[in-house]
Each structure stands twice: as structure tokens, then as C-alpha cells.
């Protein structure tokens, strides 16, 4: 499983550049918003493990975790995902994952991702100090 950067993406005037990236397997879809001096500002790390769909969002200094409601799948609607309730998974695990599986991205954008997974862990493990979020 390889993360590799998509070429033709939607950008919308007056916002951030977004980037984005997917892997062959789907089980990472990242978007990445790109500030003026090229600096990743934050990113919606979405994974799919166990066929359930979650999201770590990263934005204005602010993390949160959520469940992804996939939308209406019936071939008379066109719903779009939508983010759901406040969730948890071992960051332990999504860490090693996305480590293995972006080798191939942007350095900087890896870089800050990595660095930013890390600073929700720790600050995960500092509120609930008795429950670690680093161990499955």
C-alpha cells in the first residue's frame, strides 16, 4: 500500500491550495491544505481499517477524530460522506501505517503529518492519562 498524489484536483478560489493523496488499497485518502508559503496549515486524514471509515482532522491548531457516515449508497440519491460522532482508534496503529504507506509523498507534507500525528497522541495521552491512545 503506497500513498501517491492525485494531479487534478478541485481548488477553490479565495481557500487554501489542497492537495491531495490516495493509496491503491484504499485504506488512506489525505488532503492536505497548503497555505501561501507553501507550509502544510492542516489535513483530513481519512482510513478505512475493518471496513469502518474514520477521520482525523487537523485544522487551526485543532484535532478531532470521527467516524465518516458514508452517505445514502442507493442509485436515487447522490449523498455525500459526512463526518459523524467523536471516535477513537489506537493512533499506534495509524501512525505505523501512514509511516509505511507515504514514503513515496511529498517529504514536507509527510513530515508534517507524521509530526502532527504524533502531537495528537501526545496530547490524547495527557487529557486521558489512564488510557493510552498509542496502544492497540
Do not use: C
Not at 40 to 63: C, H, K, M, P
Amino acid at each position: 500500500m503506497t500513498l501517491h498524489e492525485l494531479k487534478f484536483v478541485r481548488q477553490y478560489e479565495g481557500e487554501m491550495l489542497r492537495r491531495w493523496f490516495d493509496d491503491d488499497e484504499g485504506i488512506f485518502d489525505l488532503i492536505a491544505w497548503v497555505d501561501d508559503n507553501d507550509v502544510v496549515s492542516g489535513f483530513q486524514l481519512a482510513y478505512n481499517f475493518n471496513g469502518e471509515e474514520r477521520a482525523i482532522t487537523w485544522l487551526g491548531d485543532a484535532f478531532s477524530h470521527r467516524n465518516v457516515d458514508p452517505g445514502d449508497d442507493s442509485p436515487l440519491s447522490n449523498d455525500s460522506s459526512v463526518l459523524g460522532d467523536t471516535t477513537s482508534y489506537p493512533l499506534v496503529e495509524i501512525i505505523r501505517r501512514f509511516d509505511k504507506s507515504s514514503r513515496d509523498i511529498a517529504p514536507d507534507v509527510r513530515s508534517v503529518m507524521l509530526e502532527k500525528l504524533e502531537q495528537y497522541a501526545e496530547t490524547l495521552q495527557t487529557a486521558l492519562p489512564d488510557q493510552s491512545p498509542t496502544k492497540p
